[in-house]
């Protein structure tokens, strides 16, 4: 029997209608209506929709959202300043600076410098440690999404045996903590695990994070599991994940595809952050 379907864009309409109602909630209660500034700097393609579609979401939602737009010739310590005029401005609640960033600037000294309290990617050391030792804050959007596309959907980790393929600071490392927090037994591969294979068939979940095209083939794959696919890999003029889906469906219980799988959360729990960073804000 093929495995079903973990359809991403219905999940994250439930996920978004969550974060929209509790948006409102928030606004009623404090008067105050979370906001987003996002800082694009230079003319990527890409970036410019990715921001877009942020921004369009924050509307959607009631989130008031801000898009800083900066010459792709600002130099490194101007970007610096404008994060500093935003971490002291109180009706600025999230910071996000969209990547890639021009080669002259220094990606990991931007990220440090926006507050901890504002990091909705959460990237900043200071969220990561706190995930680290159990302390859920400001979470990596993606990882995050993955782990509320398994709650929304009814399926618990708890007890079951996970395996994360990839160990990025992106999605690897924080996939791995907040599986543990949720008391799964998990074991992270990467490029020098031996048997390789037959380590990702003891997985009842199985997450691909390492950006190669259709690496997970279905003899990598426990009868029954659940595969989450969070690549995405342009192979020609179609987009394809870090699973070969047709051939893995046969044996996994659940899967998500790509496009349509991971992909449509992550914007739900950028805001989801947003809101999140707004009422650790207002606590402090």
Known sequence: MAAQILDGKKIAEQLTEIVKRDVAKFEAAR??????????VGENPASKVYVNRKHKACEELGIA?????????????????????LNSDNRVHGILVQLPLPKHINS???????SPLKDVDGFHPVNVGNLTIGKEG?????????IKMLEISGISVEGKRAVVLGRSNIVGKPMTMLLMSRNATVTVCHSRTKDLAAVCREGDILVAAIGKPEFVTKDMVKPGAIVIDVGINRVGDKLVGDVKFDEVQEVAGYITPVPGGVGPLTIGMLLH???KAAELQLEK
């Open 273 to 275: 952050n947003t809101l």
């Open 138 to 146: 400001l979470v990596p959007c993606t990882p995050y999404g993955v």
């Open 65 to 85: 959202s801000e898009v800083v737009r900066l010459p792709e010739t600002t130099s490194e310590e101007q970007l610096l300043q404008e994060i500093d005029r």
């Open 31 to 40: 008067s105050i209506k979370p906001g987003l500034t996002v800082i694009i």
């Open 108 to 114: 990991e000294l931007v990220l440090e410098r926006i």
